[in-house]
């Protein structure tokens, strides 16, 4: 084991121009555009993980394509030995707006512990910290305790279209006893995190349709609604003034936060203030009756991604628009189901849509919530490697973000995810200027070393 650590410290910094090259590639899965992007950066990814000495094939799917990779078959014919399955993705969020960025988004930049650049940390660098890992066993001749499946998709950020159809149908060639995902945060660079419970997600895309074309509003404004001020209007009416989701049904399958969760939440080292100025917000705003802590990862939410109507150039035009689309997501909780959620929120906009414009709703993806007891022998297994790699005792959180697959993994391969997150509050994931701290990459790779040991001898095949 000595060998496995003394090999990834001293490819430390090869590892780190790994990364860089990783980053390069614009892999946005929404944009159509990117496609050979997403697909160079594929191949890629398959060259590093041959190189390593993985046995890797890129899948084709439709989609992006997957890539899957195997340790090379060591245990003796006819003996069963623990196998885990380690998850990530290799497409990134659009980096616009361009002008945000202090550098461009895919050319990376060091400045101090940090990589800057989009997809470094989420989720370029935190899976490579695991292929790095492995590549220190198999290059330092260090037996491995267990086999392991490496599942690198590039659809996630997208919701992941591709990924369930694809364990259907390798379900067999999957089998694991575990999947450990490397695609969360934690509190702080001194603060190793397990996650047990991630949200959900249901997404739908609104338009409201009035007249059929853009009028001069000063010859018809007054006579006919505006789309976009209806927009506004329905919009307005989805919460209410206490922060709640003002549709009916919504909070009915919501499970209730024990005592002890509450309590978990409260212990954890982020204070109002400081989150405030985090954010540049005048004021923190959510739910009446709950923390922000407890807001934004274990409560419903109900959130404006993108609004779009009439005249978006520099300068004024008159008009009274043809048509305002909005774009929603609301995040759920266990155990709320994004079909009857996306079915609840469409009788009500249907409801209370005025006549004078004609409502289009289209859903787009979901995923439902997770949430894992952290009591079982692999999350303490978890806990161990997170403790030795980090040297600090980890934090239990939920989180409020959402991977889609966690819970195909669970309904077709039937294992548990471990989310072993190495992404730090201030990262800037989804955001301009997004950043990786390269001390939770070099301690992200000394915890994946550990963990075989640890999960493995806790794991019975
Ligand atoms: N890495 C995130 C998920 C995440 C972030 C979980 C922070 C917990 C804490 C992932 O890449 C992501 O962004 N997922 C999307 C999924 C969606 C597009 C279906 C999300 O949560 O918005
Ligand atoms: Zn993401």
Known sequence: MQAVIDYLKQNEDRFVDELCDYVRFSSVSAQPERREDVRACAEWLL????????????????????????????????????????????????????????????????????????????????HLAHLNAVEAYLKTGTPLPCDLTFVIEGEEEVGSKSLAGFLKEHHQELHCDAVVVSDTGM??????????????????????????????????????????????????????????????????????????????????????????????????????????????????????????SGYQGEGSKTIVPSWAKAKLTLRLVPDQDPAKIIKLVKAHLKKICPPTVKLEVKSGHGAEPYLVEPTGAQAQAALRALKTAFQRKPVLMREGGSIPIVNDFKKILGVETLLLGLALPDDNAHSPNEKFDLDCYANGQLMSAYLWQELSTDTKP
């Open 47 to 126: 060259k590093r993980c041959l190189q390593i000495g993985l046995e890797a094939r890129l899948c084709l799917t439709g989609g992006h394509p997957i890539i899957l990779a195997k340790t090379p078959a060591a245990a003796p014919k006819g003996t069963r030995r623990p196998r885990f399955m380690v998850y990530g993705h290799y497409d990134v969020q659009p980096p616009e707006p361009f002008d945000l960025w202090t550098t461009p988004p895919f050319q990376p930049r060091i400045e101090g512990r940090s990589l800057f650049a989009r997809g470094a940390s989420d989720n370029k660098g935190q």
């Open 187 to 308: 509190p702080s660079k001194e603060q190793p995190a397990l996650t047990y419970a991630l949200r959900g997600i249901a997404a739908l895309e609104i338009t409201l349709h009035g007249p059929s074309r853009d009028l001069h509003s000063g010859i018809f404004g007054g006579s006919v609604d505006n789309p976009a001020m209806a927009l506004a209007q329905l919009l307005a009416q989805l919460r209410d003034k206490n922060g709640r989701i003002a549709i009916p049904g919504l909070y009915d399958d919501v499970q209730p936060l024990s005592k002890f969760e509450r309590k978990e939440f409260a212990r954890l080292p982020l204070n109002e203030k400081s989150y405030r100025k985090f954010l540049g917000v005048p004021q923190l705003f959510g739910e009446k009756g709950w923390t922000f802590l407890e807001q934004r990862a274990a409560r419903p939410t109900l959130e404006i991604n993108g609004l779009t």
